[in-house]
């Protein structure tokens, strides 16, 4: 188990072409949906955004709400606020969730529209880029807009191809995008973060490399969860073999023999945060 540090390079082509259509529809995009993960809210937020969006007025749209650590993803919502952005913190499960973006879409554009009454036109279709990387909930949030489903769902990347403006209950369009990463992830903390919660492909990253970040971060920070879902009271990183042997067991990842499964254990470990069994995580911390 031993662990690899280079860099990891994955850029498909289909996201060198959304950059070069989002910039062909610039001049079409009124606002910005850019959305992130509450619970990785700065390993998921794309890093040359503000290149490609330059002074669209913009609304930082933090998913999952229901999943994360909220007090320290309510830090991350003041780091970004100090900084400068309209941040909306939301669970899309929730009933209510949308009425809040919608009206501050309305204040963010009510100069578009003021102009355009000025000319005695009639008011205008809003039309809003939804943007994030890869699994973080902006079909979700595209389908709720639109009261039915028009964008496809899946929590694994890659699932939008091509870039379609949708209708949506309110005045507002939306372009939706597929997910959009960095050339070079050179930050480790960063791609193993963005792995943990599927925001890349599994064969990006080695899946124990993966299992073990996971396994570490609830050790540092939600030790009750590591006891309560693995019975496991400590990650020793000198002895893995011994981890994964107690929680092989525990789960009846055993193969022939009586060996354990690491590769199965790896994968349930992944499976656990994909499928929410393990929730009230935030990642991301500014000490890291």
């Not at 939804?130 to 699994?135: C, D």
């Not at 949506?168 to 070079?184: A, E, Q, R, Y």
Request: net charge positive.
């Amino acid at each position: 188990m031993k662990m690899n540090n280079n860099p990891i390079n994955w850029y498909p082509g289909h996201m060198a072409k959304t950059k070069r259509l989002i910039k062909e529809k610039y001049n079409l995009i009124d606002i910005v949906y850019e959305v992130i993960d509450a619970r990785i809210p700065f390993s998921s937020k794309i890093k040359d955004v503000n290149e490609l969006l330059k002074d669209k007025p913009r609304i930082l749209v933090m998913t999952k709400k229901d999943l994360c650590d909220i007090d320290i993803t309510l830090k991350w919502k003041k780091y970004y606020e100090d900084l400068g952005y309209i941040v909306l913190l939301v669970d899309l499960n929730s009933s209510n969730a949308l009425n809040e973006l919608i009206n501050i879409t309305h204040k963010l554009t009510v100069n578009i529209q003021s102009k355009r009454e000025d000319k005695g036109l009639k008011k205008k279709d809003i039309r809003a880029l939804v943007i994030g990387i890869p699994n973080v909930g902006k079909s979700t949030l595209i389908n709720r807009m639109a009261g039915r489903k028009v964008a496809n769902v899946g929590n694994t990347p890659g699932v939008t191809k091509n870039l379609n403006w949708l209708k949506t209950n309110s005045d507002i369009l939306l372009l939706d995008t597929p997910g959009i990463l960095w050339p070079k992830l050179d930050n480790q903390e960063v791609a193993l973060n963005l792995a943990s919660f599927t925001a890349i492909p599994r064969d990006i990253l080695p899946v124990d490399r993966v299992a073990i970040h996971i396994l570490n971060k609830l050790d540092k920070y939600y030790n009750s969860f590591l006891i309560n879902r693995y019975q496991i009271n400590h990650i020793d990183n000198d002895d893995l073999e011994s981890v994964y042997e107690s929680i092989g067991r525990r789960m009846g990842a055993i193969v022939s023999g009586g060996e354990i499964d690491y590769d199965r254990v790896s994968k349930n470990i992944l499976e656990d945060i994909k499928n929410e069994r393990i929730k009230g995580i935030t990642f991301d911390r500014f000490d890291d």
